[in-house]
Structures are given as C-alpha cells and as structure tokens.
C-alpha cells in the first residue's frame, strides 16, 4: 500500500454539495481580521514608507558623516 503523504489525493477527497449549495450565513470570528493586526500593519507600512521618504530627503547629509 502507497502511503499518500502530507497533501491527501484529490481523488479521495468528498465534495459536500450541502456546502456548494447552501452558503454559511454564520458569522465566522475565526476568519474576522483583528483590529490589532490591521493597526500593526498599517504602522508597518507606514514606517517603510516614511523610511523611504527620509532617505530620499536626507540621504545627501548622512554622505558625510559615514565617510
């Protein structure tokens, strides 16, 4: 007997007409994005963008002060 592995065969595996016929209407919270992750990636963002601006306008005086 062959084993199958970490990815089960997609011949084995059992569509359920009852999930592709009917929608789940319940509320998930499980799959709800927090308002934490979204506040911490929007700071993450926002300090590689700002990071980009200030080297672009200050790059020329840290020349300088590296060599």
């Not at 016929?21 to 963002?45: C, G, H, K, M, Y």
């Not at 963008?49 to 672009?56: A, E, N, P, R």
Request: aromatic share 12%.
């Amino acid at each position: 007997m062959q084993e199958e592995g970490p990815f089960p065969s997609l011949i084995h595996r059992i569509v359920r007409l009852t999930r592709v016929l009917q929608p789940d209407d319940s509320i998930n919270t499980d799959e709800r994005i927090s308002i934490r992750r979204i506040v911490f990636w929007v700071a993450v963002w926002v300090g590689i963008l700002m990071g980009i601006v200030f080297y672009f306008k200050y790059a020329r005086l840290l020349t300088p002060l590296l060599g």
